[in-house]
């Protein structure tokens, strides 16, 4: 039988990110702890980055979810230190982003010969594998994401940035 901590890791595993819905919070690495005591549930999350403008949906989206599971005191808190890191990322969650379209974060990033490809980043096409990629503008869809173009099969791509 699962405990009460174990049923709450497991509601949270359900919740998307509301820009990333392929991805689960628990794959985002944004979930810090989840502490019980007594009658109240505090979970304690962490942004990708101190703006993010989705932690608002995604806070209301825990207590939601922990309402409908019969979870009545129910405190959402933010930690900013230590920040965030793409290295809190699931492995599952990376290759999730890769599956959906976007570049995972490359925490150990390679170089590249300048004189063969555009930028000394080396960033996989995530729908052709090719390290021929260009980005085109630090910001992408979202400001956690980079936009690239590849050079092999033309088509650009988010990439989700490292940090």
């Not at 890791?9 to 998307?16: A, D, G």
């Not at 090719?130 to 992408?140: A, D, P, Q, V």
């Amino acid at each position: 039988m699962l405990t009460t901590k174990q049923k709450i890791w497991s509601i949270l595993e359900e919740i998307t990110d509301p820009e990333v819905p392929v991805l689960s919070v628990i794959d985002l690495g944004i979930i810090r702890d989840v502490n019980i005591t007594d009658d109240t549930i505090e979970v304690v999350i962490t942004p990708t980055y101190s703006g993010c403008p989705a932690m608002d949906v995604i806070s209301t989206n825990i207590r939601i979810a922990l309402l409908a599971r019969g979870f009545k005191n129910i405190n959402i808190s933010t930690v900013l230190s230590p920040p965030w890191t793409t290295e809190w990322m699931s492995e599952a969650g990376k290759e999730k982003l890769k599956k959906y379209g976007i570049a995972p974060p490359n925490p150990k990033q390679q170089v590249c010969d300048s004189r063969l490809f555009d930028s000394n980043e080396a960033v996989q096409c995530p729908l052709c594998n090719s390290y021929h990629t260009k980005r085109i503008s630090e910001f992408g869809s979202t400001a956690c994401k980079a936009l690239y173009v590849c050079q092999d099969c033309k088509e650009p791509f988010d990439y989700f940035k490292c940090h």
